[in-house]
């Protein structure tokens, strides 16, 4: 044994391993998503994902208090409207529930950083992100929807908007809206590296967006590719996102640390649904211990080389986070 080099040295004690402790997690990295239905004094409990609920506007302002009395310092908005159609038009109406609740939210409280996801599968009635010729995901003619969409959160409050359709060309077509309608500092956190997914399942449920034929190969990434996630990350980078974002996040840590190292940009990891419902399954078996894998989970993503994290744990994370 070569006592020169030992490891653990380092290892010993508490205070020892804090001192060269490389990562840390915050809930100031944290963003906490909501998902908002209509009405008033609504909160349920989402079946796939328990410790999540539907929540009204004015039951969204109460949860969005509660993370930032937390520490967190940002909402993102999804929500399930009142009526469904082919292309998708309560996404953009004034008095939709995500409209309502970013207006009320910002109101409550003028530093959250409200965030909107922008996307058509939640309006549509076949349930795709864009407009539909034929069994087709139309690009060009979803831009401009796409674009109206991003308008009126704007107009309801959102400090960013985050389009999570994967049509070419949106984030363009985003920014100009904005910029001509005199919103040139709304922000735009693009989902550049937006893989097609069986870990968004219980997101599905959640909000009530399955396509209802087909699914979203055509216009999500091949989780096979590595190359074109920074292909796609240039691209929203030429037309102007602010921050981008890789997701899922646990089973593509590979291509966060990969962007780190070729994009000095903000990224955001997106912890999506799947990722977190397993955990919450196993916990409910008593088979992990929830608190520590999760934090664990988390700090992955930060290691890795996100600097935001959204994610369903962030309120207990946080909480989790003020204990230690
Ligand atoms: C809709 C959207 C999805 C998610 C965020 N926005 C689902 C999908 O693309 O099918 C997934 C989020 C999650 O699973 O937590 N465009
Ligand atoms: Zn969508």
Known sequence: MNSLIRPRRLRISAGIRQLVRETSLEASNFVYPLFVVPGSNVR?????????FHLSPDMAVKEAAAAYALGIPAVLVFGLPEYKDAEGSSAWDMN???????????????DIIVIGDVCLCEYTSHGHCGLLNGHDVDNDSTLELLAKVALSQAQAGAD????SDM?????LAIRNKLNENGYKNVSIMSYAVKYASAYYG?????????????????????????REAMREVELDIAEGADIIMVKPALAYLDIVREIRDNFDYPMAAYNVSGEYSMV???AAQ???????MVLENLLSMKRAGADIIITYHAMDAARWLQEK
Do not use: H
């Not at 939709?96 to 003028?110: D, E, F, N, R, Y």
């Not at 960013?160 to 389009?163: D, E």
């Not at 049509?167 to 984030?171: E, H, K, L, V």
């Open 44 to 52: 349920s409990e989402i079946p796939s994902m328990p410790g999540v």
């Open 96 to 110: 939709s529930p995500v409209q309502k609740a970013m207006t009320m939210i910002k109101a409550a409280l003028p």
């Open 160 to 163: 960013m908007v985050a389009p």
């Open 167 to 171: 049509m070419d060309g949106r984030i």
């Open 202 to 226: 219980p997101f599905r449920d959640a909000a009530e967006c399955a396509p209802q034929f087909g699914d979203r190969s055509s216009y999500q990434m091949d989780p096979a590719n590595r």
């Open 280 to 282: 919450k399954a196993a």
């Open 286 to 292: 008593g088979w992990i211990d929830e608190k520590r």
